[in-house]
């Protein structure tokens, strides 16, 4: 087992941890350790919400979950020799949920996902499903099932959702004034467009005084990816993985968390993942100068590891551009596309009995993919999803004795 | 050899084929043949110009070429007892160029891909390449290589581009609406927002009098995907590939074309698969009242083959919904998310000796995945294109020597 | 399409083509056409038996089939600066049946796999099965359905049962003086041990004389893989894949045929692949003095290509080296082990009602995989038969309701 | 975390475990748990060696080692309910090394390979490797490395080598017999052909007087695989694998061990997988009268996992049945034929500079494919080996620059 430079005790929240990580992207956010090119070190991390969710029956805790304190990430990792303009080298070792423990806390043998409500962050379809839903998965080896959606196993791709260097604090500053303009253009829509920088709620790590304040005040929030690399919630970052990140700032400062048991492409019930905490091992390395010899500047580059699990049969599920509710159409709007895709997926599977709930967080936690099918054909963008059949253990295909509708219960709900 | 149904003589532009097919969507155009439920049958197909690109070193044609004779679509295949509400299942037995011939024409032991210009068509980067250029590739069993493009060879994930049913005169006129409607919010934009029924160039199929006048004045163009299918540009339409589409109208009247050798998720310099006339082979079935039945309303679902080819080592690009030219934050634009996604890829290839033109095209042929990662992570959309390593016949991955940059030649530019 | 090089007319016995092929191995079997290294180029075949089995309902002929003239080669290709010690690199571009026909030759939309008579070849389960059975094979692109086995389809794993190099004389010296040495420790054995050099039925190419003469008196029969290559009967040998030959005489003189559209691995039948006539097409190029440089000798190297059908779920049978009839203990015997592992799945698919012989051609002609497990553990070897559960139509796997035995008919027999 | 129902402290051997495991097949072995059906249960397990190889640089370790104590299992397992007759219907959970630690004893971050000695056991090539070596390896993740071969990374296939259920009075006598009859046509080989019961080194658990005294005398050596399961030693019964075990006796009784962390098909030096102490989580059930029912009788049948690492590109050596070393042809055997293979691969890995003993251990330790070729062309059966070239940090792929051969140390030998 790696060391562990970054530790945790799940059962305390991030701000209690004997060293806190941080909730905020920002240059001056202190060091929680330092390792060196070519070392193995483990990171331990909570679970996004910093353990405001619970196993149990109910999505009152869903519905009232304070945003503003996500995600929490373990670090900043300090890589000695570090320099703006070279490439950090991650390998993905090896991650999971909290190792050897069955517990209360998320990550000791289960995980959740969450239908977050339209007035608290929402989610891809939020304009279907407006209200806060829950399902809590228990995990077996690398499978997992939920009493909450029967009739599905699966096999996770673990992966985390978000890692990241720190942003130098003019690539900050860009950050702030292109969110804040595009925020200006609607600022009261519900949900928001983005979310500016917040005091209430910041976690800066050991910083104190006038460091913490600055960070507080213009720390930039961790919901959306960016140059850094940051929430990316691309299901392939697994096992195997070698990331290479951008370096903005001396020592690149690599931080994060949001660890998934299993994320279908596009999360799409925003908190569409398994969630948990957990462990994730890495290996690190530096090609000096990386950047500008690759031509890598605008995101992070990776190539994918070996151990996705192989599913080969799929029903897959096709949008375009167009908003079926009053059939206007939109330009070339792969997003819109994609909801068409997974809302024509959740039509088909409401015949089989599950409720629209279940055949969403169905989309957002299981291995689905989610492709770009065709963005030049005007007016319509076209995307694809393609749902696994082996994931169900009744034949799900169209065909034979037609679709078999059974009772199927129901994800938890609020009171 | 099944019988065909549908025949091509690949010298001849469709107008003058012993039955000519058509170019429109339209209920009224009359079946070029008939098929029972059950049958098994050979279609064959011009590629989607018509036979305007040449095999040559130059790009003069794809600068000049007409597009509204495009797509050029081979049917109506009538298919006996269909009735609105059912589904066709259509399987795709096998596809594949002009067979046992070299030759002149496109798809005669080879094909073409093409940058179309900004004035004519434009593709999904032509902010930054406005231009024509034009692309040869020669087919080697299911291999292909370019003259233009050094360095690659593909395994091919044959496909046809675009198959659909007829829109029922209801469906027709919501289009047409929808379509008129966007167009009105921008009408002078180039490229155009979406194109509307157009008279010249209409190719009625066997429709003469009222009906041609009336397929000509109403019936909607190829480009798009819409309900009834039409230009998904899904690569994973591939041999054994079972599509399940919506019928609109009696008989079904499912017509197609635009066969693709090779073509990247996306497609995305508009004819950036390796286009080709060839032959496609069905066996085709129904599901009586199959759209209720099922919930499928809005598109086709299909089952993909078995036998895309295994790329199992990739280089991925990420974008988010950022426009980096001037740091405009978009909000949870998938579409933008994947142009940057495919810009940084086309960077990283510059540095290895391509010029953008060929990076650009091989985005577009070669088999990379284009994957939805996160939409809901406000304000940013997260697209990845997976590159396969493979098709290098040179170690593309970062790190050893760094990029070895080469003289790698260019496409065929205009004059 | 690549140049023809050896061309076959499939009505037609291959002694009457216009430039014959041979069925032996010897050095002096005259070119029947020159290639350069670079070249592309098509070669035609015969299916193995030269015309004898025919698509009817009648295992007759494959009771009655004159072994002495298969396998029926196309060739030899000389390769211009190809000498011994060299290694022949051949590129598998694609090869398939009779392109674009349906007729009554093997090949023409249809093959066939037999089971051989104990008393004129057997096969590998011959004591348990030792008549003669037969199934006929409809192609549909690149999929295989049989009216003699219902309930299956599968995608071929299409590849050449036989290609290789012409052997010097002493290479072929040795063969014969081994095979003889071997045959004379129980020379009356049926089926017998090997095969040793036939006057009767050879077919020379276009040699004459005394040439003809001695390569009827000395050359090997084409029955079994060697140093050169020849009747490796590998599923693997597909599309894409690019081979290592060595070469034994000057210009290499490279045969082959025995194209097979499907085969399990071990082709346990004998005739156990699906048979036909068809057309191969080869890149090839030369490794100067590769032998020595690579440590090639004994046998080919190759890389098997990217478009295997991707079979994903399997059952597994087992078996180890005794004989369970009388349980004797066999030493290490992973022939033994991988005789039971088929008679344990045959045992296991007769519960759903296919006859022994329905089962024994499915486990010849589908795309299994047989593996060597243990082969270390005293005294038992271990081998595995993967079964692909996804070529049947209905659910082959244990539990549910148990096997569901249905009435599936019977293969073709002797009358 | 699921129960442990059988636990093992690493640095102390089996005997002194709080409830003692055994080493021999029989009836009467005590059960040292007890489970019900639908039951999720974690078994740990020593190395099969029972902690008599170190973590250092010599082999004599290996030379020396004890095999009359070996395979250790954990076990027995009662199932409630099982009766003979039974199918036992295991799933594969999850399995690993001991988890989270580092530390000497075998599967704490490690684990070794070893080429037995002639004298001791043998091997696979033992004519080729006489002597004793060994190779160590360091896990990360799911990956490991060797400072004895370097060049080489894989992505373990990790697997039990061992698990089956006991054997009734009946299938134990006929075992013994028949093995005894095949030691008995050549009683003094070296290495012998089987292992009869041994009386020194038996641990038989929590037995005691009589029982412990019949099962010294009677039990069946842990070698080979037989009727109940056994030693596979097939690298697929991975993570997720469902297994279906022939039940023999009532309550099932079931035992293993063995981890293996990799292994190539046919696990090729003996001691040829990397082997670790660790853990193992099933889940367990019955199909009640499932023999009968399925025709599963001689061997267990399963259905393996989907997360094997997927390597896609492969460089296959080719052997068949002769003997090269004097050119004597064997008939049909396939054993023969995978060890051409292998010795062709031995041939070619040494041409890039390592020795025979690490080209050897890396067939025994890395995921190679061992298939059938052909086992019906009479003379020669025809096996293959898939090397994984994507497993070695450099190009091993014929042409270009030709073998690259460095200078890559070697593995542990004795003093």
Redesign the interface.
Known sequence: ??DVVFSIDQSTPMAQQRVPGHNRWHPDVPPAATVKPGD?FRVECKEWTDGQIGNNDSANDVRDVDLSRCHMLSGPIAVEGAEPGD?L?ID????GPV????GPNCGE?WGYSGIFAKVNG???LTDYFPDAYKAIWDF????CTSRHVPGVRY?GITHPGLFGTAPSADLLD?WN???R??IATDPDRV?????PPLVDGTLAGTASGDIADAIARDGART????ENGG????K?FT??SRI?YPVFVDDARFSGGDLHFSQG??????C?AIEMGGYI?F?VDL?KG?ME????????????????????????????S?D?RD?????????QA????C??AI??L??WGYTGEQAYLILGTSPI????????????????V?LP??IFDF?I???GD??VRADRGQVAVTS
């Open positions: 087992m790696p193995v490439l080298v993905i070792l090896d991650l190792p050897q423990t069955q043998g929402g989610g891809f077996q080896g690398q499978q096999t860009r004034r292109r969110e303009a595009l949900p928001p467009l983005a979310l919901v959306p990816a960016r929430n990316h919630d691309i392939n096992r195997g290479f492409d596009g999360e799409i019930n925003f569409g091992d290996h090609i990386g010899t690759y031509g890598i500047h605008n995101n992070p580059v990776f190539m994918p590891g070996r151990v996705a699990p192989l599913y080969s049969e799929f029903l897959t599920f096709i949008g375009v167009v079926h059939d206007t159409n939109l330009y070339m709007d792969a997003t994609y909801r068409n895709a809302l024509n039509e088909y409401k015949k993919e989610g492709r770009i099918g065709g963005v030049v054909d005007i007016p319509n963008a076209c995307c694809s393609f059949t082996e034949d295909r169209p065909g037609g679709p």
